[in-house]
Each structure stands twice: as structure tokens, then as C-alpha cells.
């Protein structure tokens, strides 16, 4: 009996082992389920592309009214002149930009690097995201296009509406439009009508 007692503690100390390394690894498993719940409930969370989409397309058009319909108001010139539009707008086009890198097959669309084609960009557009991101880009450089315009236009007090207009729609026609109505403006006044981007270069 006394040689049998270490062999019982033996065996029960390696079934107390066995034991708690099973919670532990149980244990373990279950927090990696955790975190792996976790991590796809919060990919769950994140907007989608499309709902990106419309949610720019909406939130652009306020800042066009405001140049459009009320160019002189206080509230129009101190949302211009916040660097938040251009950062909002930004962050939109790095966000639905990221979304685009987790699909395979529009990289390997735009991956012919240098050589890019026609055929090639036509490809990668064919995809919705890759559409988000070029719309992204748009809304973006129309609207920094357009507060330039804006505030040419108020710095020099000559009317902007119809090039504002053509920028929002066509983009650099607008600002075709814009350089034309300062030049016809100069000549009613009998002189140049200086560029506000000209005239910020001086005063340095």
C-alpha cells in the first residue's frame, strides 16, 4: 500500500495537469473567438461603399448652394475658409481608396504599373469601388476648384454664379469660365483684374 500511494498522487497530479492545461487552452480559444467576434463586428460597423457614396454626393451640394446662392454671407465665407471641407473630403477619398485595396482583382486591374492603358483603366473602373474612389476625387477637386473661384470672385467683386455652376457640373470648364469673366471684367474696368492667387504671391 505504501508503494502504491506515490503512484495514485502521480497519476492524480497528472490529471490535475491535464486539466488545467485543457481550461487554460479552452480558455484561450475563447478569447480569440472573442476577439476575432469582435474585430468582425466592428468590420460590420464600418459604412459600406455605396453608403459612402450617397452620403457625399448629399453632404457636397450644401457648400455649392452657399457660394451660389449667398456669396457674400458671413456664415458661406467662414465655412470656405475652414480647412475642414478639404479634410472631410480627403479622408472620404482614403477611406473608400482603402476599401478598393482589399479586393485582389482590382489591383491586379490597375497592376500593369507605368504601362497604363485605356484598356487597362477601363478595366479597373469597371469595378463599383474603384467608380466611389474616381467620384471621390472628383467631388474633391471640383469643390477646391470652386472655393477658388469663390473667393476670387468676392477678393476682385465680380460675379461667379454661372462659373460656379459649370464647375460643379463640368468641372474645368468652370474654371475656364471664371478666367474669361475676370479678363472681360478687366476690360470694363480698364484694367487687370488680379488673380487672388497672383496677388498672395506678391505679398510675400
Known amino acids: 500500500l505504501s508503494r502504491s500511494f506515490p503512484a495514485s498522487n502521480a497519476r492524480r497530479s497528472l490529471l490535475s495537469g491535464r486539466q488545467r492545461y485543457s481550461r487554460t487552452s479552452t480558455s484561450g480559444r475563447e478569447k480569440r473567438n472573442r476577439r476575432c467576434q469582435v474585430s468582425a463586428i466592428a468590420i460590420e460597423s464600418l459604412p459600406t461603399v455605396e453608403e459612402v457614396f450617397n452620403f457625399e454626393n448629399l453632404a457636397v451640394f450644401p457648400f455649392w448652394i452657399s457660394m451660389i446662392g449667398f456669396p457674400k454671407s458671413t456664415f458661406t ?26 479586393e485582389p482583382e482590382i489591383l491586379e486591374a490597375f497592376s500593369s504599373g507605368a504601362q497604363q492603358s485605356l484598356s487597362s483603366l477601363t478595366k479597373g473602373f469597371s469595378y463599383e469601388t474603384t467608380v466611389a474612389v474616381g467620384w471621390a476625387h472628383f467631388i474633391a477637386m471640383d469643390l477646391l476648384a470652386g472655393r477658388y473661384i469663390y473667393f476670387d470672385g468676392l477678393k476682385n ?12 457640373f463640368f468641372g474645368p ?18 484694367g487687370k483684374v488680379e488673380d487672388i492667387l497672383e496677388s498672395g504671391l506678391k505679398s510675400e
Not at 77 to 102: E, N, R
Not at 157 to 168: A, E, G
Open 173 to 190: 470648364l468652370g474654371v475656364v469660365s471664371h478666367v474669361l469673366t475676370r479678363g472681360i471684367v478687366g476690360l470694363t474696368r480698364s
Open 157 to 168: 467683386d465680380f460675379i461667379t454664379r454661372h462659373s460656379l455652376v459649370l464647375t460643379l
Open 77 to 102: 465665407k467662414t465655412v470656405m475658409l475652414s480647412p475642414a471641407t478639404s479634410i472631410a473630403c480627403g479622408l472620404i477619398y482614403g477611406y473608400l481608396a482603402y476599401q478598393s485595396f482589399l
